[in-house]
């Protein structure tokens, strides 16, 4: 039920001391929602890519910044911009499913 239960919600909002991966944030991915992170995981770059925003933890006025600004939007911009970040989710998870089947290419 954690799909279902993100998709509730506008944005996920993670500011974490440090991830290997996250795969919590992936799941915010496939359930649509824009991320607003630390830069203390490998998922950087967001705002380029349009999933979200990856801000220094010591920048707390960005953090508000960006959660107000994502509170600002209308409801056709916040469907727009979750419709946008599932396509994403949809593309990273068919990468993902690529590399595994090419690894198991060479298990023995």
Known sequence: QVI???RAHDLFFLPTLGENYGHVIAEAFQAGLPVL????TPWRGLDATGLG???PLGQKEAFVRYIEEIAGHSPEK???M???VAERAAQIADVTADLMANRRLFEF
């Open 4 to 6: 279902p239960t993100l």
């Open 53 to 55: 925003c990856d801000l």
């Open 78 to 80: 916040t469907k727009a």
């Open 82 to 84: 979750k419709q946008r």
């Open 37 to 40: 992170l630390s830069d203390q």
